[in-house]
């Protein structure tokens, strides 16, 4: 049996590593929480953010034109921001955001919100209304006034991100913040010659799908050049994250974007792109910077259908037959 010294050496040993641990894991949140508010405030207009988004569509001749630029505008213009959801300080502070104790750390009287690239509206305002202790009449009234302003859109408005702001803040001082965001982030690149080739709301709406149906940012062009060939043959989209948006909007639902069932490919909803050609009506997420990229930027490709292995692994095909036939070399039977 182990003496007492030995036990208490050991109480002592896993009681000073437990310390060390929680002080390590606080200074490293402390800095996460410290980094947002210092990128934060101001919202401010870097010199390339009016560079305007580049464009590889061709409408009119129902192609997809490589553009070479686009690799480097994503990673001069967008990649390195130090607003973006890649940065590990937003990550947890995003992960954390809900606690009121992060919150109360280094400011008992700001708040750090976040609004998630593929959040649809309603899961935003909810996580904010949370931090801020909203009630339901300031719910409504931020998005009236999000879904108000110009352009005028249902949703795709919520422009992802961290914010800092006071605890007690009006919904109209958190549509302002969240408005210039969009304006800088989106707006602002979206000039009228990207407008006379894509319409920006349909680039939103493309942007909205690939959040929920992607996985990067590569992945994302890719799946946009699926989406476009079959806009240019007038195919139905057939995306699952349709499917998801119309039971998630049902009040009975208790998950967002639950899992899709066979039989949710036969929902009465203009949003589902299984019964109907074309774009669903409106955005059914708050789509990134780096997705209406991606929209506007997809991968020159022959693929008509396509598929995401659990491993991240992504299969396209040109064909019904090949993309059956890669389904059941890899799960053992097709759909």
């Not at 949140?29 to 061709?58: C, G, M, R, Y």
């Not at 104790?101 to 904010?128: F, T």
């Not at 995401?308 to 799960?331: A, F, N, Q, W």
Request: proline letters at 7%; a negative charge; glycine letters at 4%.
């Amino acid at each position: 049996m182990p003496t007492r010294s030995f036990v208490i050496r050991f109480i002592y040993i896993l009681t000073l590593a437990l310390t060390i641990a929680v002080v390590v894991g606080l200074v490293f949140i402390l800095q996460s929480k410290e980094k947002v508010f210092h990128n934060a405030e101001p919202i401010s207009t870097p010199e390339d953010s009016t560079e305007p988004f580049p464009v590889s569509i061709d409408i009119e001749a129902k192609k997809i034109i490589e553009n070479p630029v686009v690799d480097s505008f994503y990673m001069d213009t967008l990649a390195n921001r130090p607003e973006s959801t890649d940065r590990w300080w937003n990550q947890v502070a995003a992960v954390f955001s809900s606690y009121s104790w992060y919150q109360n750390l280094a400011s008992p009287v700001s708040r750090i919100i976040v609004i998630w690239p593929g959040e649809r509206k309603e899961e935003s305002v909810n996580n904010i209304a949370k931090i801020l202790n909203w009630d339901q009449a300031d719910k409504d009234n931020f998005k009236q006034q999000v879904d108000s302003s110009e352009p005028v859109m249902r949703d795709g408005k919520y422009y992802p991100g961290q914010y800092v702001i006071h605890k007690d803040a009006t919904p109209a001082e958190v549509h302002e913040l969240i408005r210039k965001a969009f304006e800088t982030q989106i707006l602002e690149r979206y000039t009228e010659e990207v407008e006379e080739i894509v319409p920006l709301e349909d680039a939103l709406i493309i942007a909205s799908l690939l959040e929920r149906e992607a996985s990067d940012f590569e992945n994302m062009r890719e799946v946009s050049g699926v989406i476009w060939n079959r806009l240019f043959i007038d195919m139905p989209l057939q995306l699952d994250a349709t499917l998801q948006y119309v039971r998630g909007s049902k009040s009975y639902e208790p998950a967002w974007w639950p899992i899709p069932r066979p039989k949710d490919k036969y929902l009465d909803s203009p949003f589902n792109t299984y019964l109907n050609e074309g774009l669903p009506p409106a955005p059914i997420a708050n789509p990134s910077s780096e997705a209406v990229l991606a929209a506007l930027n997809p991968v020159a490709t022959d693929c008509l259908y396509y598929f995401h292995t659990s491993d991240g692994g992504y299969h396209c095909s040109p064909s019904y037959e090949e993309h059956v036939s890669k389904l059941r070399s890899i799960y053992g039977r097709g759909s």
